[in-house]
């Protein structure tokens, strides 16, 4: 049965050649409670002041038990993305979810880093997608865009000392071009207890996102 929480023009099926069974929503054109949770094309500062523009697209998770089933790649499935508790916004907490369409490519990146330490990759509690409203954040957070993760153990090596998160820091950046990750210590903007990777304010449009229709003659005279 289609969610409630948009309307029709809002969402659109993926096809087949999308590659995931999931609508994919127009998060200007949600209902309010859910604006107001994700921020849909809004704009906020980062630690250094500048301007970064929040996801306007999301994949729409209907149950937990979809986000259980759907694999994004062979060793990473939605849920593990998507786990945050009562800090999350209230509309967030529920289902239907609402998770920005760059996660794909943060699972994947992730997928490759776990080819690299040839073992099993644990995402923290609160670590993947969180809203702009989630009581963790500060100013521009990129788990707003879903292109971030706290990992606190890797196989059985827990991520809470600078040798281990050091360790596993270099192999990330050694392994992902374009990563950034969160030095080790107990100060702001440090971590001494998960690694923390992120690939900045990427927003991803899937092929299927509803969209504003094209009218050349606005862009070539937007005033």
Known sequence: MPSTSTSPEAVKTTSDGAGLPLRVADGYRLEKRYRDALLPGGVLGDTTGRARTLPRYFYEVPSWEVARELRLTPHFDLWEFIQTDVREAEAQRGFPRYVPCAVTLLALALERFRDE?????HIAANGGYRSPRHGVNRLASPHSWGTAVNVYRIGDTYLDSAENIGDYAARARATLPGAW???????????DDHLHIDFGYVVSVPHDAPGDAYNPKILADPL
Do not use: A, D, K, Q
Request: avoid cysteine; charge should be positive.
């Open 117 to 121: 330490v040839g073992t099993t990759v």
């Open 181 to 191: 990750v969160r030095p080790f210590g107990s100060g702001p903007g440090l971590t």
